[in-house]
């Protein structure tokens, strides 16, 4: 159930729609609502949450290779893909420019972060930079965004199983090939995701990713496919099914209100996000669960999302989401029931095709 601060009953279609139309709040009033320590990166916190994350990832490397067990194993890869999804979100908030207040320490450490899960730190972080700047717009939104009916008739059978049959393992093809009716691909300068001005970092990131693949390639030969497939594959395929997860459930979801041109703005967009309870994984992967106050204030650091969070629910009352269903529920449910919307409609929502 999508409920608003005060646990009341879902918005029925018809009202969520007529609520869409005209916000009683300004994004001024909003902000105001927020303590104002919470805009405010420490260099220490950030850099203290990126070094946890690198230790416990060390450590259970290091648990893994002394006790090289196959009972241990798939224990190991769940809890390491979930720490190389957490250290994605610190390099996630560099990319945002809330780990620090210094360009060039947001840079290094979003590259340290991101180059050995093989995310092009600038690359990403410019078409992630467009997902925010576009959030719930049908034309313009960067990443998981809906299908029109009309799209859907003209996918091929490959295209509609990767989208709709197995949407958890689609980040890399994303990394190369971008959502269905998009051109470009991450790691080229000159793809149309980018400014001839971001062509030097995109190719820095490019380039860290290529000597991640060729450091995976020289130990992979000098140990074998199995240690391949044992210390890096499995718990990257983790990680991978993480960001999709998590991608998806934050902006799939039948209430979930998606604008067509004029209709759209900024803030009725960012608004059309929802948080989830991912129980004690929350503070394991940086409480990315507290999504709706990311969208409206994306610089702001991760650790402070939710004091804001909670500051602003009560202005926000029905407008802000939230969805108390458990999190494999709510995946299955947007999953069978959130495929496409319709070709008409200043506001729309999903439907299923199926």
Not at 296 to 313: D, G, Q, S
Not at 333 to 341: E, L
Request: aromatic letters at 16%.
């Amino acid at each position: 159930m999508i409920v608003n601060t005060n646990k009341s009953q879902t918005l029925p279609a018809v009202e969520a729609v007529e609520l869409s139309e005209q916000l009683p709040f300004t994004l001024k009033q909003i902000k105001d609502a927020i303590p104002p320590h919470c805009f405010e990166p420490s260099v220490p916190r950030s850099l203290a949450y990126f070094f946890l994350d690198i230790g416990i990832i060390a450590g259970l490397y290091a648990i893994a290779a002394y006790l090289d067990s196959w009972y241990f194993f798939p224990i190991f890869w769940l809890m390491q893909g979930t720490m190389f999804w957490a250290l994605f979100v610190v390099g996630h908030d560099c990319g945002h420019r809330s780990f620090s207040r210094y360009e060039w320490l947001n840079d290094l450490i979003g590259h340290l972060s991101h180059t050995p899960i093989l995310v092009p730190f600038h690359g990403w972080r410019i078409s992630h930079r467009t997902h925010h700047n576009n959030t719930g717009s049908l034309e313009n939104d960067e990443s998981w965004y809906p299908i029109s009916e009309s799209r859907y008739e003209k996918m091929t059978g490959l295209e509609r199983f990767a989208r709709f049959d197995i949407p958890l393992l689609m980040y890399p093809v994303y990394l190369f090939k971008r959502s269905p009716g998009k051109q470009g691909t991450h790691f080229d300068p000159s793809s149309p995701l980018f400014k001839p001005s971001e062509k030097n970092q995109v190719l820095t990131s490019t380039i860290c990713c290529i000597a991640m693949i060729v450091l995976l390639g020289v130990l992979t030969y000098q140990w074998g496919i199995l240690w391949f497939v044992k210390y890096y594959f499995m718990p990257y395929l983790i990680f991978v099914m993480w960001l999709d997860l998590v991608t998806f459930l934050h902006h799939t979801e039948e209430d979930i209100p998606w604008y067509r041109g004029e209709n759209w703005n900024f803030l009725k967009g960012a608004l059309s996000t929802i948080d989830r309870d991912y129980g004690f994984i929350n503070e394991i992967h940086h409480n990315i669960g507290t999504h709706v106050a990311h969208h409206i204030f994306l610089n702001m650091p991760h650790y402070h999302l939710k004091e804001a969070t909670e500051a602003i629910k009560p202005l926000l009352g029905d407008y802000y989401r939230k969805s108390d269903r458990p999190i494999w529920q709510s995946f299955w449910r947007s999953y069978r029931n959130c495929h496409i919307v319709s070709d008409t409609g200043a506001t729309v929502y999903y439907r299923k095709t199926r």
